[in-house]
């Protein structure tokens, strides 16, 4: 018989980035997936048919600013080195569990386009990209403070 141990499938750093990838990921297909069914709650799904070029506009750039959002929360919890390759992790999961819920709900008939994976993968990516220049800002301003503190201090 075989005993798993807490350890066995994954040690605890990689099970840490895992649970930061998943939660990117689950904020940038969940920030969307939430605000497409509460358009179709209040306003109903006739305007999916009726206006279909500005709910396709809408869906794409609420995929694009969850990607924003779940690229940015990524992007503060690894380390600097990592932050492009986390943030395509956590929007090629977000795809996934696009691909999975919406398989779930809707069936076979809804199969995701290249756009919405362009949208989480691009969001994602321009999300660790500007948190990436928060941080540099952030070290910059306390190295300049750092050096100020110096001066006065052998003055």
Do not use: C
């Not at 099970?15 to 069914?37: D, H, N, R």
Request: charged share 20%; no cysteine.
């Amino acid at each position: 018989m075989i005993h798993f141990t807490r350890d066995y499938f994954m040690s605890d750093p990689k099970k840490q980035l895992f649970q930061i990838y998943f939660a990117g990921a689950s904020l940038s297909f969940g920030f969307p997936f939430f605000i497409v069914e509460l358009i179709s709650l209040i306003i109903g799904e006739e305007f999916f048919n009726e206006y279909s070029v500005i709910f396709g506009f809408i869906y794409i750039t609420l995929h694009l600013i969850g990607g924003l959002f779940g690229g940015a929360l990524v992007a503060r919890r690894v380390e600097k080195a990592d932050i492009l390759r986390a943030a395509a992790t956590s929007g090629l999961l977000a795809y996934l569990l696009h691909q999975i819920i919406y398989y779930l709900f809707y069936g076979v008939s809804v199969v995701g386009d290249t756009y919405t994976l362009f949208a989480l993968l691009g969001g994602s990516m321009v999300g660790a990209l500007y948190m990436r220049q928060k941080r540099i800002k952030i070290i910059e301003e306390e190295n300049v403070e750092e050096e100020k503190e110096e001066e006065d201090l052998s003055s």
